[in-house]
């Protein structure tokens, strides 16, 4: 019953843009902080982004000025929009929900 979906990923080139999505039950939704973290093959998970239950929002430096993320509280769901994507963003992206993960979901950035 408590869960965290991602989707929106797949593969695109350089340039373009993706927006991911991250459906959670609202027993998470509703008061909690959310995140996406991403990992990279041979790489340890990091975040990219947070977004507090007000709100406010927060970026790793690689991402900063090129994706953001925004929540719609009545839907339950979570947003990365990701523009002007980098080879260097290729990774499993997870969503982050008040210690519950989603499985995540590949996006692959390559010409």
């Known amino acids: 019953q408590v869960q965290v979906v991602e989707s929106g990923g797949g593969l695109v080139q350089p340039g373009e843009s993706l927006r991911l999505s991250c459906a959670a039950s609202d027993s998470i939704f509703s008061i909690s902080g959310m995140a996406w973290y991403r990992q990279s093959l041979g790489a340890q998970r990091e975040r990219v982004a947070f977004i507090s239950n007000l709100g406010v929002t927060s970026y790793a430096d690689p991402v900063k000025g090129r994706f953001a993320i925004s929540r719609d509280n009545i839907r339950n769901t979570l947003y990365l929009q990701m523009n002007s994507l980098k080879p260097e963003d290729t990774a499993v992206y997870y969503c982050?929900?008040?210690?519950?993960w989603g499985k995540g979901i590949q996006v692959t950035v390559s010409s």
């Open positions: 982050l929900g008040n210690g519950i």
